[in-house]
């Protein structure tokens, strides 16, 4: 179960418990903002990295840079350790991306890892290729793990789009209307159309700003919600139908290998799926169990206000994330996987119940 580790905090001299450091929103300077865009002007070739089951922020991030790059005369090159979800191909440069589970590189380029909270979510073999190489860890997750040679990790802001529009910004980069679209579609992914508890003023202001060069929310819209197949929502129809209650406010649902065979619907397909479970009134905890083809157990954990935060839960379990966005990977069968969760959370309740009062 989650330790309290204490540690004395520097500036204040108070104590701090491994949780708290964990919903802890922590920003970046001007300087660090700026520094970033001096060491990719500084490099001649890039290569960018997008985690694994990679998302909207993650494709989003990966494309403004892959164009900004190019209109600095960079050579760019963008890899990843998974396939490219269909849904994004209306983004600029997707047809650049390239799949590669292990990983080579060539020294002289900068690897600059995207919306990656350690290097684990990037591609295998890394750590040890990539040694003697500069690495630039630019995210917005809480627990990054700070991998990179220079990290600009702000989790103060909604998406790591959001980071590189103040980077870009910062540096006095032009933003094209294909880096708008890619910012946007980041942004958008990231706050669930600036309704999650990480959308702030700035969140906006990026926005409008992103809307003022050309971008259509409309289309952008269209385009990425409203574009499911019929597969996939057969998919949603059978993990809703599942849906179940109890304890605290808490939700669960599942979906087998099997049902994706029965239905056609592809892994993708569960993007967003887990938040619909919050939409049932009373439930503020929501967690989606995921068989994946290998048959290890991806879960994906949701919480409200007035819960214990789903990255409480995540980092029992080995996994990490956003305070109310979290999730894990379990090497586990389904049904010990749904008893391991369903205990951890029980008791990362009590124990955050027994804490706030
Ligand atoms: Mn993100």
Redesign the pocket.
Known sequence: METKITKKTKKTGTTETAQAKLVRKRSVSRKLLLEVAQTLEAASSWILFSHMKM????IG?ATALFEAGLLRGKSVRWTGPDPFPPVYSFLAHVEEYTVQKEFRFDRKELCVFL?SANEDRGVKGLRGEAQGAFILNI???GDNSRFGTLNCVDSTS????EILWRVMKEAGWPITLRIAESLYT?IV??TGNFVFSNTSGRTHLVAADLLDRGVDPTRIETTLRQSRSIQGMLLWGVALTRMSCWGEGFAMTWLSQEDFQRTGAIESDTEMLVNQLLLVRGVRFAVLFVEEEGRAIKVSLRSKEGVVPAVFVAHSLGGGG?PRASGTRLELPLDKAIETVRETLESAYAEWASAAR
């Open positions: 998302d909207g922020d993650a991030a919306d995210d917005h997750h909604s998406s790591t789009a980041g992914a990231d956003h």
